[in-house]
């Protein structure tokens, strides 16, 4: 079993920034590709960006340029730096990670951009 726990949402004018956490603990032995899934009310869960274990990233088209994925290994954690915000990047962010063929998620974290 894989624990995660986000931190760092909350409300931010447009044009501001927002750093998420996501720390994983448990049976973290062989963490794979690490990410973020966002999901607006009414709407679908998309995925934002996602890190391999290797560093690969990849991004949605909407947030490419704005926002940057990371991870530090060493602390089992992924990071989004989220700059330029929008209010449609308004959604609840779910970090997730693959272990094997399982996939956890993280219960996740708001984000509202609004003035």
């Known amino acids: 079993q894989v624990q995660l726990v986000e931190s760092g949402g909350g409300l931010v004018q447009p044009g501001g920034s927002l750093r998420l956490s996501c720390a994983a603990s448990?049976?973290?032995?062989?963490?794979?590709?690490m990410g973020w899934y966002r999901q607006a009310p009414g709407e679908e869960r998309d995925l934002v960006a996602a890190?391999?274990?290797?560093?690969?990233?990849s991004y949605a088209d909407s947030v490419k340029g704005r926002f940057t994925i990371s991870r530090d290994s060493t602390k089992n954690t992924v990071y989004l730096q989220m700059n330029i915000l929008k209010p449609e990047d308004t959604a609840v962010y779910y970090c997730?990670?693959?272990?094997?063929?399982?996939?956890?998620w993280g219960r996740g974290t708001q984000v509202a951009v609004s003035s």
């Open positions: 997730y990670v693959d272990v094997r063929i399982w996939r956890y």
């Open positions: 448990g049976s973290i032995s062989s963490l794979n590709t």
């Open positions: 890190i391999t274990k290797g560093g690969t990233t």
